[in-house]
């Protein structure tokens, strides 16, 4: 199966919000999100929308840098992991993070999970946050890897197509917003 992809670009830290937010509102159980990309390239401020848009309340969405995994129950149950912190592999046994990936009860979205690249699920939608020389520019690609996160992308760009509609009135719309044609890169 090739890969389903689609690229974006944000200007700001509110549009990369945004783009994070229309993804958190068509997240489900099951989901895995990889954040790829460097330091400060917006993947902490797209994952605090993606909770907003998954309806938890801002006060509780905090960085997961120093906790590993932040648990947060909104309109479906979502975890946020961060693995910066992380050297290897075996960092990662005995926290729970591989049963809590497997188990598909709950939406997971991982910053730096390319540290630890079995952390990733066979099946996961890896956004790739970009940052080019020009001032707050973003671009941001995501690729699906199985069927699962194919129907989350698909869901994805129908929830940006839709407008701003479907858009909490604090936010704004991503500028300059592209998307690729489907298949491929």
Avoid: N, Q
């Amino acid at each position: 199966m090739e890969p389903l992809s689609a690229s974006f670009v944000t200007r700001s830290a509110s549009e990369t919000r945004a783009l994070g937010a229309a993804l958190g509102r068509v997240l489900a159980p099951g989901d895995f999100v990889a954040l790829l990309g460097e330091l400060g390239a917006g993947k902490t401020e797209f994952a605090r929308g993606a909770a907003e848009g998954c309806r938890v309340p801002p006060e509780e969405v905090a960085s997961p840098s120093f906790a590993l995994i932040h648990r947060y129950h909104g309109r479906i149950p979502l975890a946020h992991a961060d693995l910066y912190r992380l050297g290897d592999e075996d960092d990662l046994y005995g926290t729970g993070y591989f049963e809590l990936r497997d188990a598909g009860d709950e939406a997971l979205m991982v910053e730096w999970a390319d540290r630890i690249p079995r952390a990733i699920a066979s099946d996961a939608l890896r956004v790739r946050f970009v940052l080019p020389a020009e001032g707050d520019r973003r671009d941001v690609d995501a690729a699906a890897t199985g069927p699962t996160s194919r129907r989350l992308l698909e869901r994805w760009r129908t929830e940006l197509a839709s407008g701003v509609s479907s858009r909490p009135a604090s936010a704004s719309p991503p500028g300059g917003r592209r998307h690729s044609g489907g298949r491929g890169r």
